[in-house]
């Protein structure tokens, strides 16, 4: 379970706060897996643990969230690893692309078990909307030589009326309204994606009993909190540098809003519908 306070964190108001809210989220966390997942019996595969980066030093496993912090997240698990001695000096490829920090399914059974069982696991949340719109603008508003052809492509020949060669041709140009039609689609054209999945799917949170949950919103606190309780190096504190497209302004509750503007009452509706849980989950209110 979470690492407890050391002694002299007990008077420390600011430390105390943050354990509390920690306990909280766990509640209701618990709560809602049990209200409405009869999963918490069911064996765990390597396929649950598939999203979960390893620390060994730190015995911490970080729950991979896209769009919530997890570049700069694995620069920190990268540093407490000794690959790097400060988040600064790891670029953007090197930390998606390196293949420098193990996954919890590369371990045999036993492996996965005793980590499981005796290593702090946490995983970092955002608002089911803000993540969404943060994903398509880094998607679908800037080249990208995969999201275009293989979910551009197939979301514009399936949802645009009369839509021109050059745009069925390289899947630029997608709309936020096509993109949400696709999602909301039982018959999409083209699979799913980690960077809109549920939370619920990516990290299996009624399967697996997380010790520290993080949010987006309160990142800087909850991030430095956790490296707190872990023992980390006091030099070490959670970058604030904004990983890709660093000019254009963070998706916030107003670019979402304008983005959920265009957007039909139901269409609306029924997008909410698809994150139901991992609001209730996680205790976002409803937009």
């Given amino acids: 379970s979470l690492p407890t306070l050391k002694s002299e964190d007990k008077n420390n108001n600011k430390w105390k706060s943050l354990y509390q809210i920690q306990r909280e989220r766990k509640r209701i966390m618990r709560e809602t897996c049990s209200k409405y997942k009869s999963n918490s019996r069911r064996i765990i595969t390597p396929y649950h643990v598939s999203r979960i980066f390893v620390e060994d030093k730190y015995r911490v496993l970080y729950c991979e969230v896209p769009k919530a912090g997890c570049s700069n997240w694995k620069r920190v698990l990268m540093v407490l690893n000794g690959l790097a001695s400060s988040t600064k000096d790891i670029q953007h490829n090197t930390v998606h692309y390196g293949n420098y920090l193990k996954k919890l399914d590369g371990f045999d059974r036993k492996g996965i078990y005793h980590r499981l069982n005796t290593y702090t696991k946490m995983l970092f949340i955002r608002e089911p909307f803000e993540k969404l719109v943060s994903a398509f603008r880094d998607k679908f508003e800037h080249p990208n030589n995969y999201y275009h052809p293989v979910f551009g492509k197939a979301i514009i020949s399936r949802y645009r009326v009369n839509a021109t060669k050059e745009a069925l041709r390289t899947g630029s140009g997608v709309k936020f309204k096509e993109f949400i039609q696709y999602l909301l689609d039982v018959h999409r054209p083209v699979g799913m994606d980690i960077h809109w999945d549920h939370v619920n799917r990516l990290c299996s949170p009624c399967l697996i009993d997380y010790d520290f949950?993080?949010?987006?919103?309160?990142?800087?606190?909850?991030?430095?909190?956790?490296?707190?309780?872990i023992g980390a190096p006091q030099n070490l504190t959670f970058p604030k540098f904004k990983d890709r497209h660093s000019n254009d302004e963070r998706t916030t509750t107003k670019i979402t809003q304008q983005y959920f503007a265009q957007l039909s009452p139901s269409q609306r509706q029924r997008s909410y519908d698809f994150y139901y849980m991992d609001y209730l989950m996680f205790n976002y209110s409803k937009p």
């Fill in 213 to 229: 949950i993080g949010k987006f919103e309160s990142m800087e606190e909850d991030a430095n909190f956790f490296l707190h309780l």
